[in-house]
C-alpha cells in the first residue's frame, strides 16, 4: 500500500526556495540539505503535514537527471510514497503499465532502497522502503 510521504519541487537555488517556504511554515518544519550522491542533487524536507511534507530538490552538476528539467522551466518534480513490500509494490506498478527507471540507495532516507517509476500518464513516482 502506498503511503504519501511527499511532494518533489525543484528549486533552482535552494536557499531561496527555503526562505520562501520558511515564509509559509515555521522554520523548524524545515530539513538539513541533504546531498544525493547516485542522482547528483541536494535535497531537503520541508513538512507541510503531520509526516508529509515537500522535498525540494536542487540539481549539483549538469549531469544530474534533473538538470534538463529546470533549464526547461519544470518546477513539479514527483510524487514519494512509503511502501512495506519494495519489490512487491514494483512489481504490481509494472503489472499496471509503470515504467521502472531506476533503483537506488538514498542518503535522505538512511540508505533506504528508493525507485523512480513513470506512469502511463506521464508522471513521476518514487517509491521510498520503509525501515
Do not use: W
Request: hydrophobic share 40%.
Amino acid at each position: 500500500m502506498l503511503q504519501l510521504h511527499h511532494i518533489g519541487v525543484l528549486a533552482k537555488d535552494m536557499e531561496e526556495a527555503i526562505e520562501s517556504y520558511k515564509g509559509i511554515f515555521s522554520a523548524s518544519s524545515v530539513s538539513e540539505i541533504i546531498y544525493i550522491s547516485s542522482q547528483e542533487v541536494n535535497v531537503c524536507f520541508v513538512k507541510i503535514q503531520s509526516e508529509i511534507f515537500i522535498e525540494l530538490v536542487q540539481p549539483t552538476s549538469e549531469a544530474s537527471p534533473v538538470q534538463k528539467l529546470i533549464k526547461k522551466g519544470f518546477t513539479y518534480y514527483h510524487n514519494g510514497y512509503t511502501v512495506q513490500h519494495f519489490d512487491r509494490e514494483i512489481e504490481l506498478l509494472e503489472k499496471k503499465n509503470y515504467k521502472l527507471l531506476s533503483v537506488f540507495n538514498s542518503e535522505a532516507f538512511n540508505n533506504r532502497r528508493c525507485a523512480f517509476l513513470m506512469s502511463p500518464v506521464m508522471h513521476l513516482v518514487e517509491l521510498i522502503e520503509t525501515a
